[in-house]
């Protein structure tokens, strides 16, 4: 990938910084930076401090090790602080943890970010002063120069003596100094939102948990999890939104977004933020990235969605990444990025080619079925037409040969039901496994997970008592539950059980998803009759609970099979 030009698009004219929402947040950063500074670097100062004055009489070391505890413990404070400027910062990795304090200690000496904290505590300070000294003296010259129209109206209030005499401005320089003070107004703006980008970099640069291996093993892991989703390709607008939102979560955008090639946009994951949807003025080359500066700051990355030649048109759209203010994607996160939108080309093409071949093997299907029919049925019922006809003309006058025409008839008919049959069962649904039901569901678990990353927690014991339909159903209906759970749920774990009481059996399918309203009109609806159909077919009932939140349990309770009971023997006498 070749290195990407940064292009500036704020055209927010003279007033941009004063009207820009960054601004006010860069000031309230820095109001709060040096009473944070001065707090941090008192604590750990005189931790280290009284450990060193104390190390003799071993309390020291506990003041030591404390003041190491809290160059980490407030680095996390200046993380959720550095939350102001809109920089936001990945999870801490899950680490195993530290038996006992040497190797506790060991673990975060040896931790480059330990260092990278303490240097950010201790340049904060000293850097909190001057941007304090700096914004001081600007807008003490700027309230100076506003507050210049009352010079002249209450001289004995601001009196200003050269010598012997008492100045007073005339109505020109007053003008001059109100002109001055609103331009050390826009000035302070300007300088308050340069502060606030270089805390922004300053914060990322030093505050960041390992920018490189944690990085690496984030998108490592939405990169197979991205891939597993494509794989399953059974619901395209699913699977875009799912990809956004593995692209948001191992890099550092605020926003990612898929659009279609007019700008439409086609799955969000994050706020809606400037340039992520509409048309572009031009559009990024194939492999490459475009990245521009928005309005606040941040930064807009825009990479090509491109379609395979087979696909008809090259075109799939684009992948839109946008940065909070001081934040530029890196070339190892764009080519990451470049890889999340190919993998949203592959699934547009999958869906095109899932939906060619559906209506190819419709109508190979029915082609088939029409040769099926034409060589069997229809040459059947063509039979029993001309015995039918053979015997109404026979029937008076040779009884015999109406005899055989009429057997000759019924035999067609009898073939003609039997090949009808035949039709009819290549017609149903495939049969579970040979295994049964519990073999079948621990098949579809294990797939599951090793595709989606989804945690099924299976409790599958014992083959529970079935009528081969009743096991079809309930086969039929977990499969659609658990398909639900993929689809809608972005659960993470799932719970499916398999229990039988006595002379009932009970399937159970519960996830920790997002859960919906059942009453809502157009959740489901489709999906939700068809289990509730295939459980009445069976003689059982379906329960389906859920809330928004609080994740969704599906139940289904259907009636075991009733053992054959032999009829003894008869002994005779």
């Known amino acids: 990938m070749r290195p990407e030009q940064i292009q500036d698009r704020r055209r927010g004219g003279v007033l941009s910084d004063l009207l ?174 340069l502060m606030g980008r270089m805390w922004t970099r300053l914060a990322v640069a030093l505050l960041s948990r390992d920018p490189g291996y944690e990085a690496a093993r984030r998108e490592v892991v939405a990169l197979r999890r991205a891939a597993g989703r494509v794989a399953l390709g059974d619901d395209l607008e699913a699977t875009l939104t799912d990809l956004t939102e593995q692209a948001r979560a191992a890099s550092t955008a605020l926003s990612v977004a898929l659009t279609a090639p007019d700008g439409t946009l086609r799955a969000l994951s994050g706020p809606q933020g400037p340039g992520l949807s509409g048309p572009l003025d031009r559009s990024p080359s194939q492999g490459e990235a475009d990245v521009r500066l928005v309005q606040g700051g941040g930064a807009l990355a825009t990479l090509p969605v491109t379609l395979s030649a087979s696909a008809g048109a090259l075109e799939g759209g684009t992948l839109r990444a946008l940065y909070p203010a001081g934040v530029r994607p890196g070339a190892d996160e764009l080519a990451f990025l470049l890889s999340i939108a190919d993998h949203a080309g592959t699934a547009q093409h999958a869906a095109q080619l899932i939906e060619r071949a559906g209506a190819r093997a419709g109508e190979q299907e029915r082609a088939r079925l029409a040769r099926e029919l034409h060589d069997s049925v229809a040459q059947a019922l063509y039979g029993i037409s001309l015995g039918a006809k053979t015997a109404r003309a026979t029937l008076d006058r040779d009884p015999e040969r109406t005899r055989a025409s009429l057997d000759y008839t019924i035999r067609l008919a009898d073939g003609g039901v039997s090949e009808m049959k035949a039709l009819l069962f290549s017609l149903r649904p495939d049969a579970l496994e040979e295994g049964g039901l519990v073999a079948a569901l621990s098949q579809h678990a294990h797939a599951l997970e090793a595709r989606h990353g989804l945690t099924v927690h299976a409790r599958l014991d014992h083959e529970p008592s079935l009528t081969p339909d009743a096991q079809a159903a309930a086969y039929r209906v977990a499969q659609e539950a658990l398909h639900n759970v993929v689809k809608h749920a972005r659960a993470q774990n799932v719970w499916l059980a398999v229990s039988q009481d006595g002379p009932a059996v009970t399937v159970s399918i519960r996830d920790d998803g997002r859960g919906f309203d059942p009453t809502a009109a157009g959740r489901g609806t489709l999906g939700q009759r068809s289990m509730r159909e295939r459980a009445a077919g069976a003689g059982g009932t379906l329960e389906v609970r859920s809330a928004a939140g609080e994740g969704t349990a599906v139940t289904l309770r259907l009636p075991a099979a009733q053992p054959v009971l032999s009829k003894p023997a008869e002994v005779g006498a």
């Not at 944070?36 to 008192?42: P, S």
């Not at 826009?186 to 308050?192: D, F, K, M, T």
């Open 20 to 193: 820009d929402p960054h601004t006010y947040r860069a000031a309230l950063y820095i109001l709060l930076a040096l009473p944070m500074g001065a707090f941090t670097a008192g604590l750990i100062t005189g931790g280290v401090v009284g450990g060193l004055l104390t190390l003799a009489f071993l309390v020291g070391a506990a003041f030591l090790l404390g003041s190491l505890w809290l160059v980490g413990g407030l680095g996390d404070v200046q993380r959720a602080l550095a939350g102001v400027l809109g920089v936001t910062f990945a999870p801490p990795p899950l680490l195993p943890p530290h038996r006992g304090t040497l190797a506790w200690l060991r673990g975060t000496l040896a931790d480059p970010m330990t260092y990278r904290t303490l240097l950010f505590h201790v340049v904060q300070l000293p850097l909190a002063v001057i941007c304090w000294a700096v914004l001081a003296v600007l807008l003490t010259l700027t309230l100076l120069g506003l507050l210049s129209p009352l010079w002249p109206l209450y001289p004995q209030t601001f009196p200003v003596v050269w010598g012997e005499q008492t100045l007073l401005p005339s109505p020109l320089a007053v003008a001059g100094l109100v002109a001055l003070g609103l331009g050390g107004l826009l000035i302070s703006a300007g300088v308050l939102n």
